[in-house]
């Protein structure tokens, strides 16, 4: 299979991105800091995934997912690009229902465990958000800890942070000064905006 999966990597405002495609859609988006060490971890998995060739269709859609990144701010939802999901039919059912969260808003693993008709399953929620191939298009950062905080993410939890500070718009940033706003970065990792947090 991954003989047709073709790759490319863009900088963003998260780091770097790295989309991979088949002939369905896009299977992997990945976040990090190395470029070359995104392609390691894709080759890992799909040995032989090759880079896009100029004029694939994947360029364009890696320009778009950047775009959303570093010009989104929760403005609106991510672009509606073809996704070939690959998983067991629960991980495929909760990567579907995390897409029908809406930016501005998060859930429990457990109030998610829920929406797919598992009550009682927030551990096995959040094993599927974990191994959600797609970062940003199945907002898996939405998804947060009964407990409060952010809780992991496995694109690095500083940037599940600014996604979700990004999302409730910059007036609303966790302690933050009255009046200010304030660039979130790794040393933010763990707090959740006040406009998102839940109730204990």
Excluded at 131 to 152: F, Q, S
Aim: hydrophobic share 35%; charged share 25%; net charge positive.
């Amino acid at each position: 299979m991954s003989r047709s999966i073709r790759f490319t990597t863009a900088a963003c405002e998260l780091g770097h991105v790295l989309v991979a495609a088949g002939e369905r859609g896009i299977g992997h988006l990945r976040l990090g800091d190395d470029p070359a060490e995104l392609v390691r971890g894709l080759r890992a998995a799909l040995p032989a995934a090759s880079p896009a060739e100029p004029g694939d269709p994947l360029e364009s859609w890696c320009a778009e997912i950047v775009r959303c990144i570093d010009e989104w701010g929760g403005r609106g939802a991510p672009p509606e690009l073809p996704l070939a999901l690959r998983g067991t039919p629960f991980q495929i059912r909760v990567w579907d229902q995390l897409q029908r969260i809406p930016a501005g808003e998060v859930r429990t693993y457990g109030e998610l465990a829920r929406e797919v008709g598992q009550p009682g399953g927030a551990r096995a929620v959040a094993s599927a958000c974990a191994r959600n191939p797609v970062a940003i298009l199945v907002p898996c950062h939405r998804v947060v800890p009964n407990g409060g905080g952010c809780g992991g993410y496995r694109w690095g939890r500083w940037r599940k942070q600014r996604l979700l500070e990004r999302e409730c718009g910059a007036k609303d940033v966790a302690d933050g000064p009255a009046g200010t706003s304030r660039t979130p970065n790794r040393a933010d990792a763990g707090r959740v905006p006040r406009a998102l947090a839940r109730p204990k």
